[in-house]
Nanobody, 122 residues
């Protein structure tokens, strides 16, 4: 029953911006922390950003600090990842995931979306 669906990916030039969305069904996002992860070809899935169930606490990977912003709209049951100043090394499939507690490791997250492709050209 639980389903997470990512959207908003696409092809952009270096320096451009995208806003990713993660919509949830089968659960109330307001009771879950949410993380964003990404996986580039031939690489492990890595942490990008996370937000607590209240939205008060946020975590960012060093690669995302100052460029990416995670936020949530509980009324819409949606979490967003605003990505600015995109670089070619940001190219990856981006996934959102939910868990009762916030964390930066993928192993703790119980629910995952199927991902959205982000491609940044130089």
């Amino acid at each position: 029953q639980v389903q997470l669906v990512e959207s908003g990916g696409g092809l952009v030039q270096a320096g451009g911006s995208l806003r990713l969305s993660c919509a949830a069904s089968g659960l109330t996002f307001g009771t879950y922390a949410v993380g964003w992860f990404r996986q580039a070809p031939g690489k492990e899935r890595e942490f990008v950003a996370a937000i607590s169930r209240t939205g008060v606490t946020t975590y960012y990977a060093d690669s995302a600090k100052g460029r990416f912003t995670i936020s949530r709209d509980k009324a819409k049951n949606t979490v967003y990842l605003q990505m600015d100043s995109l670089q070619p090394e940001d190219t990856a499939v981006y996934y959102c995931a939910g868990n009762p507690s916030i964390g930066t490791t993928k192993a703790i997250y119980a629910y995952w979306g199927q991902g959205t492709q982000v491609t940044v050209s130089s």
